[in-house]
């Protein structure tokens, strides 16, 4: 009579099957929080016939732990408690996956890459953005890049800031701009509200602004803003150069709501609008350097030109739509005119050129025929060559920015500022730099590239 076959004890670390295991670098724990015995017993038979190595026991050799329909919180407290019962030799961490990377890695008799959907690891919790060390309260004294991380937050605050400009509300202008500002210089993205505690500029409207965005998606106040008649409106009309808030609130108040119903009216645009209109595009701030926001409405020399000669040759018919020359006030010498006029006192054309329009492209409003030109702005600026830092300067960046840099000079070190110059009032001394850099340098503040002004 035949003796009975004795069942093999598989899995242990000592055991022949083990030793010659085709994947050294690999050992399977198969855990058993709703794996039964039997269960694990087939997975681990299976595992060394393909050349696995399988432990018995979890020890500090263990690479991979293999679970079946466990969650990751369950993994991650078995894995918990068993680093807190094992000796310090012992306290590995080895990857906690579900049961489909075994299958995957039997079925293709290698072990396969541990992937992202393979792991029973719980997310660590995304740590809140760190208030920064110094947020700056001058946006002259803090970077702002053109592209940022937090643009639907900062877009939201720009639309309210907006809306109290066209209301004539300059403490909420300023406030929810200010706001804005912060969130454009913030090296990462804004999840939790929390992450603005500490943060200059950011009143309690602001906050509950951003919390609605984060928490929702939407803000009902930004939506209504958005919708009505009156910012759509306004916007509209603001767009075609030389046209301020008082001029688009006169024309609101009195019926007006479309481009072609301004048109219908010649009478009350400025030789300027009239050439602006249908509405040329706005180049980027960020592209060039920075011009004027508007067109001064006093003017000098403010005329139509069709055909324009110069030096013995001829600019094409129809270039130039509208130019008005000013002639400047801002010398060599002497300090620069406390005003803050975005134009300041040098010589300057103001032009707006008619190019042609590409084909397919189009331009303004997309109801009726599409436009055969676009009016693009062209500023001309005369400065001297000791003033050409400070224009340089003062015609970078973006709106804010200016304010904030001149505000600062004002409020932090008792000097005016603008593009003609830099000057101590008390001392009666006129600054003077050979670059941006020296202008930054009399500031005491850290010289910001053009490209990093975009407050």
């Known amino acids: 009579m035949l003796p009975k076959r004795r069942r093999a004890q598989v899995g242990a670390p ?3 099957a083990s030793s010659e295991a085709r994947f050294p670098g690999v050992a399977i724990y198969l855990a058993e929080p709703h794996m039964g015995s039997s269960r694990r017993a087939f997975l681990t038979r299976l595992a060394l016939s393909k050349g696995f190595r399988v432990l018995d026991a979890y020890s500090s050799e263990v690479t991979h732990v293999v679970m079946e329909q466990t969650s990751a919180e369950e993994a991650s407290h078995w894995q918990e408690h068993r680093v807190a019962t094992a000796s310090p030799r012992q306290c590995s961490r080895p990857a906690l996956l579900d049961i489909s990377w075994f299958t995957e890695s039997m079925a293709a008799g290698q072990p396969v890459p541990v992937e992202c959907r393979h ?12 208030c920064p060390a110094r947020m700056l309260p001058y946006a002259c004294q803090r ?9 639907s937050l900062s ?3 720009e639309m309210l800031a907006e809306a109290a400009g066209f209301e004539g509300s300059e403490g909420r202008f300023l406030s929810f701009r200010r706001a804005a500002a912060v969130l454009k210089a913030l090296p990462s993205p804004v999840t939790a509200l929390s992450q603005l505690q500490g943060l ?4 309690e409207h602001s906050r509950r602004v951003v919390q609605e965005l984060l928490e929702q998606g939407v803000c009902e106040e930004v939506e209504r803003v958005r919708l009505s008649e009156r910012y759509q409106t306004m916007k509209l009309f603001m767009g075609i150069f030389g046209v301020g808030v008082k001029t688009a609130d006169r024309w609101y108040r009195e019926g007006l709501r479309t481009l072609d119903s301004l048109q219908e009216q010649p009478q009350r645009l400025t030789q300027q609008q009239k050439a602006a209109l249908p509405g040329p595009e706005h180049p980027s701030p960020a592209a ?18 069709w055909g324009h000669r110069d030096a013995g040759w001829w600019l094409p018919e129809g270039l130039v739509l509208y130019q008005q020359h000013h002639r400047g006030g801002c010398g060599h010498a002497e300090p620069p005119p406390r005003q803050s006029h975005p134009m300041d006192a040098f010589e300057r054309t103001f032009c707006i050129l008619g190019l042609p329009q590409p084909s397919g492209v189009p331009v303004g409003s997309t109801q009726g025929p599409c436009p055969t030109r676009k009016a693009v702005r062209v ?8 003033r050409l830092p400070f224009a340089l300067l003062g015609w970078t960046g973006s709106k804010h920015f200016q304010r904030e840099l001149r505000r600062f000079c004002r409020k932090e070190r008792g000097l005016w500022l603008n593009s003609c110059g830099l000057f101590d009032p008390e001392q009666k001394m006129l600054f003077h730099a050979a670059s941006e850099e020296d202008i930054f340098r009399h500031l005491g503040l850290e010289y910001l590239p053009p490209e990093q002004r975009n407050a």
């Open 14 to 16: 000592g055991d022949p």
């Open 119 to 130: 792991r029973l690891e719980v997310a660590a919790p995304r740590k809140g953005l760190p």
């Open 143 to 151: 970077p702002t890049p053109l592209t940022h991380h937090n643009s």
């Open 155 to 157: 877009e939201a605050l």
């Open 200 to 203: 200059p500029h950011f009143g």
């Open 288 to 305: 060039r350097r920075r011009g004027a926001a508007a067109a001064g409405e006093g003017s000098c020399g403010a005329r139509p030109a």
């Open 379 to 386: 500023d001309l600026v005369a400065v001297p060559i000791s």
